[in-house]
């Protein structure tokens, strides 16, 4: 049996990770690692999804709430400190659990990151003014011209993605993707990943249910706490922006949810094609527990 193992478990928003992972660790007595971006934020709990307490204490989980939306964090922060947990980790456990959905940082973990080079002051001020001006819209706009390969799977309701992308495309005069070489960090352990894979029209019922029960939980009122905050990087997505529109009477509550239903879809499509991009994924659908299982146990 191979030891030392990171088992990956990802999917588009709404496919049932969480759960599925759970399971997952507790049958093979291990832990969990989040690699969703924005369950990060300790301020962020019914918008983003994140596990429930009931949830947490069934499994060891890390990379839960654990900074601040005031915090500056990005995904080589992120690579660097779960490197350096794996490493306690697998002194006690043969196998981890990392589950998510943002591609990015799944892949900073499995692949390592790409050496981006610096930007110049000036260069970083010109977006951030595209940014003030023209909003997300801009930034989106601006990067599908210039670089529409990274276009198609970056996440286009990440501002601070699209500003990273934009400002080594102007300093280099090359496109983003050009530094994204593909290649692969020398891990010292065996990673297995697997993707859940949903009927489509399934998976927009089970995104539209829950947005309504995140509303029934509580989102208006999560939103109204960080309402005051709403320039922070960290609030400009799926979920809070949408409310935020509503209370700046832009919309109504009922075209405020619809907008959260539409742009978690849309979410969910980029997430797909993120995966589909990586062969080493297999694909299984949500009830195939031992179809993972198998590859860790001897079945008579």
């Known amino acids: 049996m191979e030891k ?13 990770k969480t759960a599925f992972s759970i399971e997952l660790a507790k049958r093979l007595n291990t832990v969990i690692i989040s690699a969703d971006s ?21 499994v060891k989980h890390y990379f839960i709430h654990n900074i601040s939306i005031k915090d500056k964090y990005d995904v080589a922060d992120y690579e660097r ?17 990392l589950t998510g959905g943002s ?4 892949d900073a973990v499995c692949n390592g990151i790409d050496e981006m080079p610096d930007v110049d002051p000036e260069i970083r001020k010109k977006v951030e003014k595209l940014m003030q001006e023209g909003g997300i819209n801009a930034l989106s706009d601006k990067l599908q011209r210039i ?13 601070r993605r699209l500003q990273r992308a934009l400002e080594v495309c102007y300093q280099t005069g090359k496109t983003f993707t050009s530094f994204r070489s593909g290649n692969t960090a020398k891990r010292d352990f065996v990673i297995k990943k697997y993707a859940l894979l949903w009927d489509r029209q399934q998976l927009i019922e089970r995104i539209d249910k829950r947005v309504d ?12 706490t960080l309402y005051p905050m709403r320039q922070l990087n960290a609030l400009n997505t799926v979920g809070y922006k949408e409310l935020f529109s509503f209370f700046d009477g832009q919309c109504t509550l009922t075209e405020a949810v619809e907008q959260i239903k539409i742009h978690t879809r849309q979410y969910a499509k980029r997430q797909m094609t993120w995966l589909r991009r990586d ?13 993972v299982l198998k590859h860790f146990f001897f079945f008579n």
């Open 38 to 58: 924005r369950q990060f934020y300790k301020e962020m709990s019914i918008g983003t999804a994140a596990p429930t307490p009931e949830e947490l204490l069934q």
């Open 147 to 159: 670089d529409p390969e990274y276009f198609t799977i970056v996440d286009r309701q990440n501002p």
């Open 213 to 224: 029960i995140m509303m029934e939980q509580g989102l208006l009122e999560e939103a109204k």
């Open 103 to 106: 591609g990015l940082f799944i």
């Open 81 to 97: 400190e779960v490197m350096a947990l794996l490493d306690e980790l697998f002194k006690s456990h043969d196998k981890v659990v």
């Open 279 to 291: 062969n080493s994924y297999n694909w299984i659908l949500p009830e195939d527990m031992d179809t």
């Open 4 to 16: 030392n193992t990171l088992i990956v478990i990802a999917g588009p928003t709404a496919s049932g």
